[in-house]
């Protein structure tokens, strides 16, 4: 698990992470990351202007990720 630090070295939060990472459906085999600055996860992968989800849990990030949004 990797961990983005502030200047004064204290941990921010650590990815990934089940609790934390949310990520959008975008075609079954891709998913695109929602986390606001994805930087340091080692299944973030750059893409145009966003990141996509390489996490091998990725669907179970999707399915908290639409149960955690308010409903309608």
């Known amino acids: 698990m990797l961990s983005n630090e502030d200047t004064n ?3 921010i939060r650590a990815l ?3 609790q934390v990472c949310r990520a959008a459906d975008l075609t079954g085999t891709f ?6 600055k994805p930087h340091g996860c080692q299944y973030a992968m750059p893409f145009g202007y966003s990141y996509l989800c390489g996490h091998p849990d990725r ?3 999707i399915e908290n990720t639409k149960r955690s949004q308010p409903k309608r």
């Open 9 to 11: 070295n204290r941990v």
């Open 16 to 18: 990934p992470d089940l």
């Open 31 to 36: 998913a695109e990351c929602l986390v606001a």
């Open 59 to 61: 669907n179970a990030i």
